[in-house]
């Protein structure tokens, strides 16, 4: 179990200071505080915005193809509904799995949304771009990574590719190696090293440890792992300090919540910061927190806004990269 310690913020939290050049933004489902998530148009605009990893989140479909999605259902982003209406599962979802990747094609993107108690779709984040307007479409993996490597040759970039198997255990259950079929995919691409531009991440703690084990040594490649965890009693064992140095022999880093970090409820300029971020880089580990979204200080009583918030982090915290919703205002943080 994480242990937590009361630390006094000894500087004005509105106050910005001086920071090192080597943190990564990492683009979540691209510029997505401004377009929907994980369109070809979030991709583009969060690389004009100068990030240095674009994430996706990997599903795959029917017919095996790798579909960049942020779950395996597609009811929540799509009009699915509306085109398919018997496609339904008795819990009420729709499945990637169950559909053709020409059927996923055919389906309308639009921001995130739920459905209030009257079974109307309203936007997750009210703000944003609105809720089926203009034209958006879902794209695979492999012609993400072909517009990123793309865009890299037409403006000398450098831009990479932070992609996540998104509940690889359900795939591997109907009879999908959803990791296999990505890593194959990095291996096509160019990404085989740890210097290669890529990372691999997952939620799921053996099966990141079969993919070091056993899908990495069959198609001889190493690329960077990431153990992405959230606050539950699921990822206590990694997260001891002694988990953290069994989990540093395989990957690279942790892809920890907010609130692994410091909690929600923190106040001011007190902050319970746990001590995962130093334990991890003791033993050689890098931590690339999620989600920083302009939204996110509404919900947190210890940041101001969302300056302050990549203050408290970079700076004062010490994580190494973050993942966000909005690329160019952290970028123009790093910049300052």
Known sequence: MLKYFNIFIIYTLSTLTTFATDKIIIAHRGASGYLPEHTIAAKAMAYAMGVDYIEQDVVMSKDNHLIVL???????????????????????????????????????????????????????????????????????????????????????????????????????????????????????????DQRSKAFYQTFEIDELKRVYNKILPILNIDVKLIQLMGKSDYYTKVTTIEGLKD???????????????????????????????????????????????????LALTYATNYENLLDIYFNHVGVDGVFTDFPDLTVKFLMR
């Open 70 to 192: 942020h779950d395996h259902y597609l009811d929540r982003v799509t009009d699915v509904q509306t085109k398919f209406p018997d496609r339904i599962r008795e819990d009420g979802r729709y499945y990637v799995i169950d559909f053709t990747l020409s059927e996923i094609k055919s389906l309308n993107v639009t921001e995130r949304y739920y459905f209030d108690e009257k079974g109307t779709k309203n936007a997750v984040f009210k703000d944003r771009f609105p809720l089926f307007q203009s034209y958006f479409k879902i794209h695979t993996l492999e012609e993400e990574i072909e517009l990123i490597q793309g865009l890299n040759k037409s403006t000398g970039g450098d831009v990479g590719i932070y992609t996540e198997a998104k509940n690889p255990s359900f795939h591997l259950s109907e009879g999908k190696d959803l990791s296999k079929a990505i890593l194959e995919t990095f291996k096509r691409y160019g990404y085989e």
């Open 247 to 297: 989990l540093s022999l395989y990957a690279y880093g942790i892809g920890p919540s907010l609130n692994m970090i410091i909690p929600n409820n923190s106040k001011d300029s007190i902050l319970g910061l746990s001590s995962l971020v130093e334990d991890a880089h003791s033993v050689g580990m890098k931590v690339h927190p999620y989600t920083f979204r302009q939204e996110s200080p």
